[in-house]
């Protein structure tokens, strides 16, 4: 059964539009209850039954999170609010406190205008397609009649702090300079403090939070803020997280940006050099770059392709008993430490591996060789099936002839917004450039492009 209201990364859109407004965030709580009391998890000894409710800096925040939390109380739970947190710090709190669910109210990159909701079950981790369906499908056809209800608190900024400091050993960062790009998000106390505690001299940027400005210009969505900021003040690297903080993406000494693919090529090979590695497996989406393969697998390791989103490589991580997944966004999972996406623990780990060898980012990047590759997305006005766009499909079929085995493509629906993405991944620039103009050509010629 297909998902009306969920996407790759929870429900999500416009504030003040059909799904983010207070009226559904009450209704979505009352289905979240309905399942859970349902008995649809295992549920922890503890009563009564906690939902923990995280959220990010949006000024839509607060007014989201208590109409969720009425929808919640009203289904016989208990919401409790952790404040501003990371995503990835709710995680580990609906573990540590043995809680039923966890609730995260953000729109993670997207800019302020947009807010979203998103499940974390008992385990910490993001609920699977069949369960959101299962809640879809539990949505009253009206809301309770207050949007609003006391909410308890409790602090959990501490603790996800204090577990993140103990990757490294203490002081292990004296006599580094790090440049932190927080977005203007969730992560503008914790990964500074963080890196502060280790020893590092942390300098700020998108740390000054307003409810408007969150990924303004500022945060992963925008690395050359960051690269620009890392030669300022001659760094050793740049951390940049989006706004919810379950992603980074990194500089190197000299300002040039590392995406998640290459994060991904660092922390396995590393890994499979020091025997720790599980199954010697990395799984990566779709998405990633074909040079991971190739570097993962002369290390010794093996990779495993999912569909895009987070969730999907943490799955298969949990089929696979893997213990590092990721994505080329900047998602990196080290299951070790939490089962959620976590742009500190994996900025943590790629320094580990710094430290390690003595080598600056800028040499342990070498580690992969990227394809070419391009990738866009156009906006479109309706998301018509891809199966029922013939001349895109001809297209598809001719080009993925033409390339074999030695480049690729990827034609998608974003499954938070309305795009449609495109990637074009083959040995040269010139066949890059061909086979993009051709499905994009393809694509504007079926669809009502924006």
């Avoid at 943590?348 to 060898?357: F, K, P």
């Amino acid at each position: 059964m297909k998902r009306l209201y969920f996407g790759t990364d929870g429900v999500r859109g416009p504030v003040g539009g059909p799904l983010i407004n207070p009226d559904f965030a009450a209704r979505l709580g009352q289905a979240a209850a309905r399942w859970i009391t349902s008995g649809a998890l295992p549920l922890p000894d503890k009563r009564p039954l906690q939902v923990l409710i995280g959220r990010d800096t949006r000024a839509s925040g607060p007014v989201l999170e208590a109409a969720l939390a009425s929808g919640l109380a009203d289904g016989g739970l208990l919401p409790v609010s952790l404040g501003v947190v990371p995503t990835p710090a709710v995680s580990q709190a609906v573990r540590t406190h043995h809680a039923a669910l966890g609730a995260v109210v953000t729109a993670s990159h997207n800019p302020a205008s947009d807010n979203g909701i998103k499940f974390f079950g008992p385990s910490g981790v993001k609920l699977d397609d069949a369960q959101e369906v299962a809640i879809e499908a539990l949505l009253p056809a009206s809301a309770p009649g207050r949007l609003s209800a006391p909410l308890a608190a409790l602090d959990v900024a501490g603790d996800y702090i204090r577990a993140a400091q103990a990757l490294l050993p203490a002081s292990s960062l004296q006599g580094w300079r790090i440049v932190v790009d927080t977005s203007n998000g969730a992560t503008c106390s914790t990964t500074p403090a963080v890196l502060r505690a280790l020893g590092a001299e942390v300098i700020g940027i998108g740390a000054s939070p307003d409810g408007r400005n969150i990924n303004a210009g500022v945060g992963s969505e925008f690395p050359g803020v960051l690269a620009a900021a890392v030669i300022a003040a001659r760094a050793s690297l740049g951390v940049a997280h989006d706004g919810d903080g379950d992603r980074c993406v990194l500089c190197d000494e000299s300002g040039a940006a590392l995406d998640g693919d290459e994060l991904l090529a660092i922390l396995a090979v590393h890994a499979l050099r020091c025997g720790r590695l599980p199954n010697s497996t990395l799984v990566a989406t779709i998405q990633s770059n074909l040079g991971l393969d190739r570097a993962v697998r002369a290390a010794g390791g093996r990779v495993c392709r999912t569909p895009v989103g987070d969730r999907y490589v943490i799955q298969r991580m949990l089929a696979e008993n893997a213990k590092l997944g990721g994505e080329t966004s900047g998602h990196v999972i080290c299951a070790d430490f939490t089962p959620s996406g976590d742009g500190l623990v994996a900025a943590l780990r790629v320094i580990e591996a710094m430290l390690d060898t003595g080598k600056p980012l800028s040499e342990l990047r070498k580690v992969i060789v990227k394809l070419p590759q391009r990738t866009g997305a156009l906006r479109v006005r309706e998301k018509r099936p891809l199966d029922q766009l013939p001349a895109l499909q001809r297209e598809i079929e001719a080009l993925e002839r033409r390339f074999g085995e030695h480049g690729r493509l990827l034609v998608r629906y974003s499954g938070t917004e309305a795009k449609l993405r495109l990637l074009v991944e083959a040995p040269d620039d010139a066949l890059v450039a061909d086979g993009f103009a051709r499905l994009e050509a393809a694509a504007r010629s079926e669809l009502d492009v924006l």
